[in-house]
Protein backbone atom coordinates (compact mmCIF):
# COMPACT_ATOMS: atom_id res chain seq x y z
CA UNK A 1 0.00 0.00 0.00
CA UNK A 2 3.13 2.62 0.97
CA UNK A 3 4.62 1.67 -2.39
CA UNK A 4 1.10 2.47 -4.35
CA UNK A 5 0.93 6.02 -2.47
CA UNK A 6 4.91 6.70 -3.39
CA UNK A 7 3.51 5.71 -7.27
CA UNK A 8 0.70 8.04 -7.30
CA UNK A 9 2.33 11.60 -6.85
CA UNK A 10 5.12 10.34 -9.31
CA UNK A 11 2.77 9.26 -11.93
CA UNK A 12 0.86 12.68 -11.71
CA UNK A 13 3.87 14.89 -12.08
CA UNK A 14 4.56 12.53 -15.03
CA UNK A 15 1.17 13.27 -16.28
CA UNK A 16 1.30 17.02 -15.48
CA UNK A 17 4.87 17.53 -17.36
CA UNK A 18 3.22 15.35 -20.51
CA UNK A 19 0.36 17.85 -20.09
CA UNK A 20 2.60 20.90 -20.38
CA UNK A 21 4.45 19.89 -23.21
CA UNK A 22 1.11 18.72 -25.61
CA UNK A 23 -0.10 22.66 -24.78
CA UNK A 24 3.19 23.99 -26.46
CA UNK A 25 2.94 26.07 -29.24
CA UNK A 26 4.91 25.32 -32.75
CA UNK A 27 8.31 26.93 -33.28
CA UNK A 28 10.05 27.23 -36.13
CA UNK A 29 12.91 25.53 -36.46
CA UNK A 30 12.89 25.53 -40.88
CA UNK A 31 16.20 26.32 -42.21
CA UNK A 32 16.84 28.15 -45.12
CA UNK A 33 19.38 26.51 -47.84
CA UNK A 34 21.88 29.14 -48.82
CA UNK A 35 22.96 30.55 -52.47
CA UNK A 36 19.47 30.66 -53.28
CA UNK A 37 19.49 33.10 -56.36
CA UNK A 38 22.53 31.10 -57.35
CA UNK A 39 24.90 33.36 -59.69
CA UNK A 40 23.17 36.26 -59.05
CA UNK A 41 24.50 37.18 -55.73
CA UNK A 42 25.15 40.83 -56.97
CA UNK A 43 21.59 41.54 -56.00
CA UNK A 44 21.40 39.73 -52.64
CA UNK A 45 22.34 42.64 -50.13
CA UNK A 46 19.80 44.08 -48.23
CA UNK A 47 19.11 48.10 -49.23
CA UNK A 48 16.89 50.69 -47.13
CA UNK A 49 15.31 51.89 -50.70
CA UNK A 50 12.15 50.07 -51.87
CA UNK A 51 12.23 47.13 -54.45
CA UNK A 52 9.77 45.68 -57.32
CA UNK A 53 8.82 43.02 -54.54
CA UNK A 54 6.77 45.68 -52.61
CA UNK A 55 4.94 47.53 -55.22
CA UNK A 56 1.39 46.59 -55.64
CA UNK A 57 0.19 45.63 -59.32
CA UNK A 58 -0.92 48.55 -60.13
CA UNK A 59 2.14 50.53 -59.15
CA UNK A 60 4.19 48.56 -61.51
CA UNK A 61 1.17 47.69 -64.51
CA UNK A 62 0.21 51.49 -65.32
CA UNK A 63 -1.46 50.99 -68.14
CA UNK A 64 -5.23 51.47 -67.61
CA UNK A 65 -6.43 49.02 -70.14
CA UNK A 66 -4.59 46.46 -68.53
CA UNK A 67 -5.44 47.74 -65.02
CA UNK A 68 -9.46 47.10 -66.44
CA UNK A 69 -8.70 43.82 -67.43
CA UNK A 70 -6.70 42.68 -63.98
CA UNK A 71 -9.71 43.76 -62.23
CA UNK A 72 -12.57 42.12 -64.08
CA UNK A 73 -10.35 39.13 -64.25
CA UNK A 74 -9.87 39.20 -60.27
CA UNK A 75 -13.90 39.34 -60.16
CA UNK A 76 -14.55 36.63 -62.81
CA UNK A 77 -12.13 34.57 -62.74
CA UNK A 78 -13.68 30.86 -61.48
CA UNK A 79 -10.30 29.36 -60.03
CA UNK A 80 -9.95 32.83 -58.00
CA UNK A 81 -13.50 32.30 -56.96
CA UNK A 82 -12.79 28.33 -56.34
CA UNK A 83 -9.64 29.13 -53.30
CA UNK A 84 -11.88 32.18 -51.80
CA UNK A 85 -14.73 29.20 -51.07
CA UNK A 86 -11.67 27.42 -49.67
CA UNK A 87 -10.70 29.82 -47.64
CA UNK A 88 -14.78 30.19 -46.21
CA UNK A 89 -14.58 26.48 -45.41
CA UNK A 90 -11.09 26.88 -43.23
CA UNK A 91 -13.24 28.88 -41.56
CA UNK A 92 -15.73 27.28 -41.23
CA UNK A 93 -13.58 24.42 -39.53
CA UNK A 94 -12.08 26.74 -37.29
CA UNK A 95 -15.34 27.96 -35.97
CA UNK A 96 -16.37 24.35 -35.17
CA UNK A 97 -12.73 23.72 -33.87
CA UNK A 98 -12.89 26.82 -31.49
CA UNK A 99 -16.96 25.51 -30.56
CA UNK A 100 -15.50 22.44 -29.47
CA UNK A 101 -14.93 23.87 -26.32
CA UNK A 102 -18.27 24.20 -25.27
CA UNK A 103 -20.57 21.77 -24.19
CA UNK A 104 -22.52 19.92 -25.95
CA UNK A 105 -26.92 20.17 -25.73
CA UNK A 106 -29.24 18.04 -27.01
CA UNK A 107 -32.97 17.20 -26.46
CA UNK A 108 -34.21 13.91 -26.28
CA UNK A 109 -37.83 13.42 -25.66
CA UNK A 110 -39.27 9.97 -26.15
CA UNK A 111 -42.53 8.25 -25.33
CA UNK A 112 -44.52 4.65 -25.84
CA UNK A 113 -46.34 2.81 -24.64
CA UNK A 114 -46.31 -0.67 -22.06
CA UNK A 115 -48.71 -3.52 -21.86
CA UNK A 116 -48.30 -6.07 -18.90
CA UNK A 117 -50.73 -7.93 -17.55
CA UNK A 118 -53.80 -6.46 -19.74
CA UNK A 119 -52.73 -3.26 -18.33
CA UNK A 120 -51.28 -0.80 -20.69
CA UNK A 121 -49.11 2.29 -19.32
CA UNK A 122 -47.75 5.33 -21.03
CA UNK A 123 -44.26 5.64 -21.00
CA UNK A 124 -42.38 9.19 -21.31
CA UNK A 125 -39.10 10.61 -20.85
CA UNK A 126 -38.73 14.41 -22.06
CA UNK A 127 -34.94 16.04 -20.75
CA UNK A 128 -31.90 17.69 -22.22
CA UNK A 129 -28.83 16.30 -22.04
CA UNK A 130 -25.40 18.16 -21.93
CA UNK A 131 -21.84 16.48 -22.43
CA UNK A 132 -18.57 18.40 -21.99
CA UNK A 133 -15.16 16.86 -23.04
CA UNK A 134 -12.00 18.41 -20.44
CA UNK A 135 -9.67 19.04 -22.54
CA UNK A 136 -6.90 17.60 -19.90
CA UNK A 137 -4.06 16.54 -22.34
CA UNK A 138 -4.70 19.52 -25.16
CA UNK A 139 -6.31 17.27 -28.11
CA UNK A 140 -8.96 20.33 -28.83
CA UNK A 141 -6.67 23.32 -28.33
CA UNK A 142 -4.44 21.52 -30.92
CA UNK A 143 -7.11 21.00 -33.48
CA UNK A 144 -7.94 24.46 -32.70
CA UNK A 145 -4.25 25.81 -33.90
CA UNK A 146 -4.05 23.07 -36.62
CA UNK A 147 -7.15 25.33 -37.99
CA UNK A 148 -5.67 28.32 -37.64
CA UNK A 149 -2.81 27.10 -39.42
CA UNK A 150 -5.02 25.45 -42.31
CA UNK A 151 -6.68 28.92 -42.56
CA UNK A 152 -3.92 30.90 -42.72
CA UNK A 153 -2.37 28.20 -45.70
CA UNK A 154 -5.72 28.49 -47.48
CA UNK A 155 -5.40 32.50 -47.45
CA UNK A 156 -2.00 32.31 -48.52
CA UNK A 157 -2.90 29.94 -51.36
CA UNK A 158 -5.59 32.55 -52.57
CA UNK A 159 -2.92 35.29 -53.01
CA UNK A 160 -0.85 32.74 -54.58
CA UNK A 161 -3.31 32.06 -56.93
CA UNK A 162 -4.51 35.78 -57.52
CA UNK A 163 -1.00 36.85 -57.84
CA UNK A 164 -0.18 33.94 -60.58
CA UNK A 165 -3.90 35.94 -62.35
CA UNK A 166 -2.44 38.69 -62.01
CA UNK A 167 0.57 37.84 -63.76
CA UNK A 168 -1.22 35.75 -65.95
CA UNK A 169 -3.33 38.77 -67.38
CA UNK A 170 -0.26 40.87 -67.68
CA UNK A 171 1.80 38.58 -69.69
CA UNK A 172 -0.91 37.76 -72.12
CA UNK A 173 -1.66 41.67 -72.90
CA UNK A 174 1.95 42.24 -73.42
CA UNK A 175 1.57 39.70 -76.03
CA UNK A 176 -0.81 41.30 -77.37
CA UNK A 177 0.92 44.48 -77.64
CA UNK A 178 3.99 42.61 -79.30
CA UNK A 179 2.20 40.99 -82.00
CA UNK A 180 0.23 44.33 -82.53
CA UNK A 181 3.61 46.28 -82.79
CA UNK A 182 4.93 43.31 -85.08
CA UNK A 183 2.13 43.46 -87.08
CA UNK A 184 2.44 47.19 -87.86
CA UNK A 185 5.80 46.31 -89.04
CA UNK A 186 4.90 44.03 -91.60
CA UNK A 187 1.90 46.25 -93.04
CA UNK A 188 4.65 49.27 -93.10
CA UNK A 189 6.66 46.77 -94.86
CA UNK A 190 4.12 45.71 -96.85
CA UNK A 191 3.43 48.93 -98.08
CA UNK A 192 6.92 49.72 -99.36
CA UNK A 193 7.58 46.72 -101.21
CA UNK A 194 4.34 47.33 -102.95
CA UNK A 195 5.62 50.59 -104.22
CA UNK A 196 8.97 48.66 -104.76
CA UNK A 197 6.98 46.13 -106.91
CA UNK A 198 5.13 49.07 -108.91
CA UNK A 199 8.64 50.50 -109.65
CA UNK A 200 10.06 46.77 -110.40
CA UNK A 201 7.23 46.18 -113.28
CA UNK A 202 7.11 49.95 -114.20
CA UNK A 203 11.26 49.29 -115.41
CA UNK A 204 10.17 46.23 -116.63
CA UNK A 205 7.84 47.29 -118.97
CA UNK A 206 10.48 49.91 -120.12
CA UNK A 207 12.91 47.27 -120.68
CA UNK A 208 14.87 48.13 -117.87
CA UNK A 209 14.84 45.43 -115.46
CA UNK A 210 14.00 41.42 -116.06
CA UNK A 211 10.83 39.47 -115.27
CA UNK A 212 12.62 37.79 -112.58
CA UNK A 213 13.38 40.56 -110.37
CA UNK A 214 9.77 41.27 -110.86
CA UNK A 215 8.88 37.94 -109.91
CA UNK A 216 11.16 37.98 -107.38
CA UNK A 217 9.46 40.77 -105.50
CA UNK A 218 6.07 39.48 -105.76
CA UNK A 219 7.36 36.54 -104.15
CA UNK A 220 8.88 38.47 -101.24
CA UNK A 221 5.79 40.52 -100.85
CA UNK A 222 3.62 37.42 -101.01
CA UNK A 223 5.68 36.17 -98.09
CA UNK A 224 4.97 39.27 -96.07
CA UNK A 225 1.05 38.95 -96.58
CA UNK A 226 1.85 35.41 -95.32
CA UNK A 227 3.25 36.68 -92.21
CA UNK A 228 0.60 39.33 -91.88
CA UNK A 229 -1.80 36.00 -91.21
CA UNK A 230 0.28 34.81 -89.45
CA UNK A 231 0.49 37.45 -86.92
CA UNK A 232 -2.99 38.75 -86.91
CA UNK A 233 -4.06 34.54 -85.75
CA UNK A 234 -1.46 35.26 -83.01
CA UNK A 235 -3.32 37.85 -81.97
CA UNK A 236 -6.61 36.16 -81.73
CA UNK A 237 -4.33 33.69 -79.75
CA UNK A 238 -3.68 36.09 -77.33
CA UNK A 239 -7.16 37.77 -77.27
CA UNK A 240 -8.26 33.96 -76.58
CA UNK A 241 -5.60 33.84 -73.92
CA UNK A 242 -7.09 37.27 -71.91
CA UNK A 243 -10.84 36.27 -72.68
CA UNK A 244 -10.06 32.42 -70.56
CA UNK A 245 -8.38 34.33 -67.88
CA UNK A 246 -11.09 37.13 -67.91
CA UNK A 247 -13.89 33.79 -68.16
CA UNK A 248 -15.56 35.43 -71.27
CA UNK A 249 -15.87 34.67 -74.88
CA UNK A 250 -13.91 35.78 -77.03
CA UNK A 251 -13.84 39.67 -78.28
CA UNK A 252 -11.44 42.15 -78.96
CA UNK A 253 -9.56 43.40 -76.63
CA UNK A 254 -8.68 46.91 -75.89
CA UNK A 255 -5.57 48.15 -75.60
CA UNK A 256 -2.93 51.30 -75.63
CA UNK A 257 -2.87 52.73 -78.80
CA UNK A 258 0.89 53.02 -78.78
CA UNK A 259 2.25 49.73 -79.25
CA UNK A 260 5.56 48.74 -80.20
CA UNK A 261 9.19 50.07 -78.38
CA UNK A 262 6.91 53.06 -77.07
CA UNK A 263 4.85 50.51 -74.89
CA UNK A 264 6.52 47.15 -74.69
CA UNK A 265 8.75 47.30 -71.04
CA UNK A 266 8.52 51.31 -71.39
CA UNK A 267 5.15 51.70 -69.39
CA UNK A 268 6.36 49.15 -66.77
CA UNK A 269 7.47 50.98 -63.36
CA UNK A 270 11.08 50.12 -63.33
CA UNK A 271 12.90 52.45 -61.35
CA UNK A 272 13.12 50.08 -58.22
CA UNK A 273 14.15 46.97 -59.99
CA UNK A 274 18.05 47.21 -58.81
CA UNK A 275 17.64 48.45 -55.63
CA UNK A 276 18.33 45.13 -53.76
CA UNK A 277 16.60 41.85 -53.54
CA UNK A 278 17.56 40.21 -50.29
CA UNK A 279 16.81 36.53 -49.90
CA UNK A 280 14.19 37.88 -46.83
CA UNK A 281 12.01 39.09 -49.54
CA UNK A 282 11.58 35.69 -50.41
CA UNK A 283 9.02 35.32 -47.19
CA UNK A 284 6.30 37.58 -49.40
CA UNK A 285 5.62 34.39 -51.66
CA UNK A 286 2.76 33.29 -50.59
CA UNK A 287 3.48 29.76 -51.51
CA UNK A 288 6.26 29.60 -49.05
CA UNK A 289 4.35 31.29 -46.54
CA UNK A 290 2.03 28.41 -47.25
CA UNK A 291 4.94 25.64 -46.91
CA UNK A 292 5.56 27.28 -43.34
CA UNK A 293 1.93 26.74 -42.64
CA UNK A 294 1.98 23.32 -43.56
CA UNK A 295 4.79 22.29 -41.17
CA UNK A 296 2.58 24.16 -38.49
CA UNK A 297 -0.70 22.66 -39.03
CA UNK A 298 1.89 18.89 -38.89
CA UNK A 299 3.20 19.86 -35.65
CA UNK A 300 -0.29 20.06 -34.32
CA UNK A 301 -1.28 17.03 -36.15
CA UNK A 302 1.29 15.26 -34.43
CA UNK A 303 0.46 16.69 -30.75
CA UNK A 304 -3.32 15.70 -31.65
CA UNK A 305 -1.78 12.24 -32.18
CA UNK A 306 0.51 12.26 -29.02
CA UNK A 307 -2.46 13.52 -26.96
CA UNK A 308 -4.62 9.80 -28.14
CA UNK A 309 -2.36 7.78 -25.51
CA UNK A 310 -3.46 10.21 -22.52
CA UNK A 311 -7.11 9.47 -20.60
CA UNK A 312 -9.88 11.56 -22.19
CA UNK A 313 -12.22 13.05 -19.58
CA UNK A 314 -16.06 13.61 -20.53
CA UNK A 315 -18.77 15.06 -18.07
CA UNK A 316 -22.12 14.76 -19.05
CA UNK A 317 -25.37 15.61 -17.26
CA UNK A 318 -29.37 14.88 -17.54
CA UNK A 319 -32.37 17.54 -16.75
CA UNK A 320 -35.43 16.28 -17.99
CA UNK A 321 -39.31 15.00 -16.73
CA UNK A 322 -40.39 11.49 -16.70
CA UNK A 323 -42.63 8.87 -15.41
CA UNK A 324 -39.80 5.98 -15.15
CA UNK A 325 -41.41 3.84 -17.38
CA UNK A 326 -44.91 4.23 -15.59
CA UNK A 327 -43.89 3.44 -11.81
CA UNK A 328 -44.20 7.33 -10.79
CA UNK A 329 -47.40 9.02 -12.33
CA UNK A 330 -47.79 11.75 -12.25
CA UNK A 331 -43.85 12.11 -13.89
CA UNK A 332 -41.01 13.61 -11.63
CA UNK A 333 -37.85 15.62 -12.45
CA UNK A 334 -34.90 13.48 -13.54
CA UNK A 335 -31.43 15.01 -12.76
CA UNK A 336 -28.24 12.93 -12.93
CA UNK A 337 -24.41 13.77 -13.45
CA UNK A 338 -22.18 11.44 -14.92
CA UNK A 339 -18.32 11.35 -15.01
CA UNK A 340 -16.56 8.92 -17.55
CA UNK A 341 -13.03 8.54 -17.86
CA UNK A 342 -11.47 6.78 -20.69
CA UNK A 343 -7.75 5.41 -21.05
CA UNK A 344 -6.29 3.62 -24.07
CA UNK A 345 -5.03 0.51 -23.35
CA UNK A 346 -5.01 -2.29 -26.15
CA UNK A 347 -5.65 -0.46 -29.81
CA UNK A 348 -4.19 -2.85 -31.75
CA UNK A 349 -1.26 -0.53 -32.73
CA UNK A 350 -3.59 1.82 -33.94
CA UNK A 351 -2.38 4.74 -32.00
CA UNK A 352 1.12 4.08 -32.15
CA UNK A 353 0.71 4.37 -36.24
CA UNK A 354 -1.02 7.23 -35.45
CA UNK A 355 1.82 8.67 -34.43
CA UNK A 356 4.34 7.49 -36.12
CA UNK A 357 2.51 8.92 -39.39
CA UNK A 358 1.92 11.80 -37.94
CA UNK A 359 6.08 12.51 -37.31
CA UNK A 360 6.69 11.41 -40.82
CA UNK A 361 4.21 13.89 -42.45
CA UNK A 362 5.83 16.66 -40.31
CA UNK A 363 8.98 15.81 -41.72
CA UNK A 364 7.90 15.02 -45.18
CA UNK A 365 5.95 18.73 -44.88
CA UNK A 366 9.55 19.91 -44.14
CA UNK A 367 10.97 18.43 -47.07
CA UNK A 368 8.33 20.34 -48.98
CA UNK A 369 9.43 23.89 -47.54
CA UNK A 370 12.82 23.56 -48.61
CA UNK A 371 12.00 22.36 -52.25
CA UNK A 372 9.66 25.43 -52.50
CA UNK A 373 12.47 27.57 -51.21
CA UNK A 374 14.98 26.25 -53.89
CA UNK A 375 12.50 26.60 -56.19
CA UNK A 376 11.64 29.92 -55.58
CA UNK A 377 15.38 30.80 -55.72
CA UNK A 378 14.80 29.72 -59.26
CA UNK A 379 12.71 31.27 -60.48
CA UNK A 380 14.21 34.27 -59.18
CA UNK A 381 17.14 33.52 -61.22
CA UNK A 382 15.82 32.65 -64.27
CA UNK A 383 13.44 36.24 -63.95
CA UNK A 384 16.64 38.09 -63.52
CA UNK A 385 18.95 36.07 -65.93
CA UNK A 386 15.95 36.74 -68.69
CA UNK A 387 15.44 40.13 -67.99
CA UNK A 388 19.22 41.05 -67.92
CA UNK A 389 19.90 39.21 -71.11
CA UNK A 390 17.36 41.13 -73.30
CA UNK A 391 17.96 44.58 -71.34
CA UNK A 392 21.97 43.94 -72.34
CA UNK A 393 20.84 42.77 -75.74
CA UNK A 394 18.33 45.83 -76.56
CA UNK A 395 20.98 48.00 -77.32
CA UNK A 396 22.93 45.66 -80.12
CA UNK A 397 19.02 45.47 -81.57
CA UNK A 398 18.25 49.22 -81.70
CA UNK A 399 21.75 49.56 -83.47
CA UNK A 400 21.39 47.15 -85.72
CA UNK A 401 17.89 48.32 -86.75
CA UNK A 402 19.54 51.95 -87.69
CA UNK A 403 22.75 50.47 -89.72
CA UNK A 404 19.96 48.39 -91.65
CA UNK A 405 17.79 50.98 -92.22
CA UNK A 406 21.09 53.11 -93.58
CA UNK A 407 21.66 50.08 -95.97
CA UNK A 408 18.23 49.17 -97.01
CA UNK A 409 17.98 53.19 -98.27
CA UNK A 410 21.65 53.53 -99.26
CA UNK A 411 20.87 49.99 -101.81
CA UNK A 412 17.75 51.46 -103.10
CA UNK A 413 19.41 54.86 -104.28
CA UNK A 414 22.49 52.57 -105.52
CA UNK A 415 19.80 50.52 -107.60
CA UNK A 416 17.88 53.42 -108.68
CA UNK A 417 21.22 54.79 -110.36
CA UNK A 418 21.80 51.01 -111.84
CA UNK A 419 24.91 50.66 -109.50
CA UNK A 420 23.01 47.46 -106.90
CA UNK A 421 20.73 44.83 -108.13
CA UNK A 422 16.98 43.67 -106.93
CA UNK A 423 18.63 41.35 -104.57
CA UNK A 424 20.23 43.68 -102.91
CA UNK A 425 17.64 45.81 -102.07
CA UNK A 426 15.82 42.48 -101.02
CA UNK A 427 18.27 41.17 -99.17
CA UNK A 428 18.36 44.83 -97.07
CA UNK A 429 14.26 44.89 -96.84
CA UNK A 430 14.48 41.23 -95.38
CA UNK A 431 17.03 42.06 -93.13
CA UNK A 432 15.90 45.34 -91.57
CA UNK A 433 12.16 43.47 -91.29
CA UNK A 434 13.50 40.34 -89.21
CA UNK A 435 16.00 42.91 -87.22
CA UNK A 436 12.83 45.24 -86.52
CA UNK A 437 10.69 42.07 -85.32
CA UNK A 438 13.47 40.66 -83.41
CA UNK A 439 14.17 44.08 -81.68
CA UNK A 440 10.43 43.67 -80.15
CA UNK A 441 10.49 40.43 -79.56
CA UNK A 442 13.75 40.76 -77.52
CA UNK A 443 11.52 43.94 -75.57
CA UNK A 444 9.10 41.40 -74.98
CA UNK A 445 11.36 38.96 -73.31
CA UNK A 446 12.46 41.74 -71.38
CA UNK A 447 9.01 42.30 -70.01
CA UNK A 448 8.55 39.09 -69.17
CA UNK A 449 11.31 38.67 -67.39
CA UNK A 450 10.41 41.57 -65.09
CA UNK A 451 6.83 40.44 -64.75
CA UNK A 452 8.52 36.53 -63.69
CA UNK A 453 10.87 38.66 -61.23
CA UNK A 454 7.82 40.37 -59.79
CA UNK A 455 5.78 37.21 -59.24
CA UNK A 456 8.74 35.27 -58.32
CA UNK A 457 9.40 37.81 -55.02
CA UNK A 458 5.49 37.17 -54.13
CA UNK A 459 3.75 39.39 -56.46
CA UNK A 460 3.92 42.34 -54.52
CA UNK A 461 1.09 43.81 -52.38
CA UNK A 462 -2.09 42.85 -53.95
Known amino acids: MKKIRNIIPLVAVALLGSCSALHQEYKSD ?5 NLYGDQQEIVASTAQPSIATLSWRELFADPYLQRLIDTALVRNTDLAVTRLHVQQAEASLKAAKQAFLPSLTFNPNGGVNYFNKSTTGVYNVGLTAQWQADIFG ?27 VTGVAIAYYKLLLCKGQLDIMQQTKGL ?79 TLGSGLPIEMLANR ?29 LSGT ?21 ELTAPIFARGQIKADYAISELKQEEAKQQFVSTMI ?11 MYNSAASKDAIYIKQVAVLQDAYKGTQELMA ?7 EVLT ?3 ALLSAQLDELSNLYQATQGLIALYQALGGGSL
Open 139 to 165: SLKNKKRQSEAMLEQSRDIEQATQSQL
Open 319 to 339: LGFTNSNGAVNPGKILLNALG
Open 417 to 423: NGKATYI
Open 428 to 430: AQE
Open 30 to 34: LTVPS
Open 375 to 385: NAGMEVNEALM
Open 193 to 271: WEKQLVTQRALFENGRAYSTSVNQMQASLLGVEAQIADMQFEIQRAENAICILLCQPHTTIEHSSTVGRGHLLSSLNTS
Open 286 to 314: PDVRAAQRAVEAAFYVKQQAKAAFYPNLT
